[in-house]
């Protein structure tokens, strides 16, 4: 990963509710591996479905202002709940972090669609477009 | 895959729902048209009252989001209680409530200083120079028979409220009475007191200055600049007006918390740069309107940044004072420039800053160091501007480093 940068990511519910996670790492593999703990890669492999990234700085402004549009829609809190946006899936959720980062005019890097969506297996292939780019 | 969505759903069914207070609130919120944030340090009555036509809201509803912030232990505490004399806690039949609302004679008053503080003269004429008979706080009072057999009144809260009443010529002054002698001696002895009239008194002694001590120290709320400048803007003060007419235009509003865009937080910064005098004398806000301006024309979305309109508003003071023309058009091209170089607004001051502790840690700082954000910022643009090819005459920084 480049240093100084992190991502701001968003994924479906694997389960299939029309809710998304989002959150914010500097560590890909280590999330993704996080996340997939709960299942077997038979299942479910765990990816990330959107992805911005940038300077540390600019990623964790972004979060706050992702989660300051969509307080109304994180119905819980506590550890686990409180990032998942509910009635919100992640084509949706996208449109309107475009907006955000529009408005802001955040510095943040969309990631191309051919890294997506980003898992264990191709995120290596992202940090090298990163690192060119 | 639905496998596992059934035997998810079939295992919460079987367990009872653990509370959590974000749950609860957007629950409560439901019930509303209109929502309002709730959280523990303030619930938005202003937004709450939208659902009220904007009118008074009945504070059982205010009751009912109180208890839901603070949670399920508080839900099933309230039941009826009557202080005023007929369903009375404690109250024995025949007697008068332990406590009162009565007039007392100027004469009959006094001030026991083992549960008083001193008296602030100058305190007594703020208070008389901004005195309305209506805005009167009805002062606590405990009436205590001594050991001698006289009855006296003696002030634990409202003291100079009083001072400033007989200054005003009132001679009966209105008051709220603890009587001292309707407590009962078990009551008395359950507090840890003896079963005399010393012991009784100094019960009364150590009433009143818990009392006078929960009410001016350890429950006193202290009026947040929010709700001063919001109580002021709500009861036409003049100067909030303008203030709130600057922010409306650019689509900006008071908020207590930075939580939707547009909000401006930092009140008593705001009316610092709203009260900014330039060349011909008080901006009345010029400043700190171009200043948000800057802030809006460029990043449409965000709340307002402290360290953006502030040091921005300082600048165009600065050029005022200096003679300097700043045109229109160097606002867009700075704008441009912090954004290309750090992006949002907040990362724009916070990497200003960055920039000026590297160099204070790398002793590359030419000129005296300012002690407030505001100047670091306001020195940082002016050098980040020249560093980066502006064209414009600015003021001279008060010091100079790498941006």
Redesign the interface.
């Known amino acids: 990963m480049k240093k100084g940068y992190k991502g701001f990511y968003a994924f479906n519910d694997p389960?299939?509710a029309p809710d998304s996670k989002a959150g914010i790492t500097g560590h890909f593999e280590v999330r993704l591996g996080v996340y997939q703990n709960s299942y077997s890669r038979n299942?479910?492999v765990a990816c990330f479905d959107v992805l911005y990234v940038?300077?540390s700085?600019?990623i964790e402004?972004?979060e706050k202002?992702v989660k300051?549009e969509f307080?109304?829609s994180?119905?819980?809190?506590?550890r686990g709940?409180?990032e998942w946006i509910s009635g919100w899936t992640t084509k949706m959720l996208e449109t309107e972090i475009d907006?955000?980062i529009?408005?802001?005019?955040?510095?943040?890097q969309k990631v191309p669609k051919k890294f997506l969506p980003l898992t264990v297996d191709n995120v290596k292939d992202m940090y090298a477009w990163l690192e060119e780019n | 895959?639905a496998t596992?969505?059934l035997v998810?759903k079939q295992a919460r069914k079987n367990k009872a729902k653990p509370y959590?207070?974000?749950?609860a609130i957007?629950s409560f919120?439901k019930k509303f048209k209109h929502?309002f944030e709730m959280k523990d340090d303030s619930i938005d009555l202003r937004e709450m009252a939208k659902n009220f036509n904007d009118g008074p809201i009945p504070v059982e509803n205010i009751h009912q989001a109180i208890v839901t912030v603070l949670g399920p232990q508080y839900h099933k505490l309230t039941f009826n209680y009557d202080p005023s004399g007929g369903n009375y806690l404690g109250y024995a039949a025949g007697k008068r409530p332990k406590e009162y609302f009565d007039y007392i004679d100027w004469n009959q008053l006094y001030l026991w200083t083992i549960f008083q503080r001193d008296v602030a003269p100058n305190h007594v004429e703020k208070i008389y120079k901004d005195f309305d008979e209506s805005s009167v706080i009805v002062p606590c009072i405990i009436k205590i028979t001594l050991t001698d057999g006289r009855v006296v009144y003696c002030v634990w809260d409202g003291h100079h409220t009083i001072q400033v009443c007989r200054l005003k010529g009132y001679t009966k002054f209105q008051a709220w009475v603890i009587d001292l002698d309707q407590f009962t001696t078990a009551e008395i002895e359950d507090a840890g007191f003896g079963d005399t009239d010393e012991e009784r008194i100094k019960f009364g002694c150590f009433i009143a200055g818990t009392n006078m001590r929960r009410i001016n120290g350890l429950n006193k709320r202290p009026l947040a600049p929010y709700d001063d400048f919001m109580i002021g803007l709500e009861t036409r003060d003049p100067k909030f007006v303008a203030m709130n007419n600057i922010l409306a235009q650019y689509g900006c509003m008071p908020r207590r918390h930075a939580?939707?865009?547009g909000s401006w937080t930092q009140i008593k910064s705001g009316i610092e740069c709203f009260d900014l005098e330039g060349a011909q004398g008080p901006s009345v806000g010029a400043f700190w309107s171009r200043a948000i301006a800057f802030q809006r024309n460029?990043?449409?979305?965000?709340h307002l940044v402290l360290e953006i309109y502030r040091p921005m508003a300082y600048l165009y003071a600065w050029a005022s004072v200096q003679g300097a023309s700043l045109p229109a058009t160097f606002d867009a091209e700075l704008a441009k420039m912090l954004?290309k170089r750090?992006?949002?607004?907040?990362?724009v001051q916070?990497?200003i800053k960055e920039s000026y502790w590297n160099a204070v840690n790398s002793q590359t700082i030419v000129g005296e160091q300012p002690q407030h954000d505001k100047f670091r910022v306001l020195n940082g643009i002016i050098n980040f501007y020249k560093q980066s090819g502006g064209k414009a005459i600015l003021p001279a920084p008060t010091c100079q480093w790498k941006v």
Not at chain 1, 74 to 78: K, L, M, S, W
Not at chain 1, 102 to 108: A, H, L, N, T
């Open positions: 389960m299939g299942s479910h940038g300077p700085r600019a402004n972004l202002a300051q307080d109304w994180i119905e819980r809190d506590g709940h409180s907006k955000i529009d408005g802001y005019k955040f510095k943040v | 895959m596992m969505t998810a959590n207070k974000k749950q957007v919120i929502p939580d939707r865009d460029h990043w449409k979305k965000g954004s750090w992006g949002d607004a907040e990362s916070e990497g």
